[in-house]
């Protein structure tokens, strides 16, 4: 936590649920990449790890910024626009996951 913010305040409950919430996200990164390199053996199976991996790494970052604060009139929202290309790479690559298991499940009709 920033020590220059004046009004700033975790307790040690908070700062418990966010470390839990950080290695949650980690955990589900490592899983990801663990399905890229040893679980996909197709071309779309990697495009949705890919995906996958990436909206990990935009939440992660995102969650390095997060502080429990006690609110003040003063005090900014955070900005959720950290790492928002990790975002829209991983929502294309999931989008274009989506629409070849359609296509393959079309197919399959």
Same mark, same amino acid.
């Given at each position: ?14 700062? =418990?649920?966010?470390?839990?919430? @950080? ?28 995906? /996958? ?11 390095? @910024? ?7 009139? !003063? =005090? ?5 626009? /950290?790492? =928002?290309? !990790?975002?829209? !790479? ?20």
């Amino acid at each position: 936590m920033n020590k220059k913010y004046e009004f700033g305040h975790q307790s040690t409950k908070q700062k =418990v649920i966010l470390i839990g919430v @950080r290695v949650f996200i980690l955990l589900l990164l490592a899983q990801a990449i663990y399905n890229l390199g040893w679980q996909a053996e197709t071309l779309q199976e990697k495009i949705g790890a890919i995906g /996958n991996i990436l909206i990990w790494i935009w939440l992660y970052t995102n969650l390095m @910024r997060a502080k429990i604060e006690i609110q003040e009139l !003063f =005090v900014p929202p955070i900005v959720q626009k /950290n790492g =928002v290309e !990790f975002l829209l !790479f991983g929502a294309i690559f999931s989008t274009i996951d989506m629409f070849w298991t359609i296509w393959n499940i079309i197919q399959l009709s």
